[in-house]
């Protein structure tokens, strides 16, 4: 199965202190910054890429591979300073825009884009991903 995600937005660094990134070691499986990186099960492979496609912005790449079967694409902007990619497991891919948390899922049969109310966040989220939100978002909605 393969499919590719391609979200397009800003790649622009703020200076103010309102957008800093919280200290968070999100490991090897995530990105802040353009770059790439694999992972791997039994069965389902995912490929996470974020490049610099000119103009100040950024292309953020989802390639899942199972089976050999294709999937959807789906596109979206990042929007905002702060964004974050962090995989969870091959499977779910947690994307924050700089103003959005999306979760994006996929199995042998469908791949999905779930969108994270600001309500949700601390019950559907890993602890990663709560305490990887930046500081203007942290204070807003995650008590």
């Not at 957008?19 to 353009?34: E, H, K």
């Not at 496609?53 to 050999?68: I, T, Y």
């Not at 079967?69 to 969870?88: N, Y």
Request: hydrophobic share 35%.
């Amino acid at each position: 199965m393969a499919a590719t995600i391609l979200i397009a937005g800003c790649g622009k660094k703020s200076s103010s202190s309102s957008t800093a990134l919280p200290p968070v070691d999100l490991g090897q499986y995530s990105l802040r910054t353009p770059g790439r990186f694999q992972m791997n099960d039994a069965t389902n492979q995912v490929t996470v890429t974020v490049t610099d496609s000119g103009d100040k912005k950024l292309l953020l790449s989802l390639s899942w591979r199972a089976n050999d079967v294709a999937a959807t694409t789906a596109t979206r902007s990042l929007v905002r300073d702060g964004w974050f990619v962090f995989a969870e497991d091959v499977s779910h891919i947690w994307v924050f825009d700089g103003g959005t948390l999306w979760l994006s899922s996929n199995t042998d049969k469908s791949q999905a884009d779930t969108f994270i109310p600001e309500s949700e966040v601390d019950k559907r989220c890993p602890k990663k991903v709560r305490d990887a939100l930046p500081e203007r978002y942290h204070k807003k909605h995650v008590p």
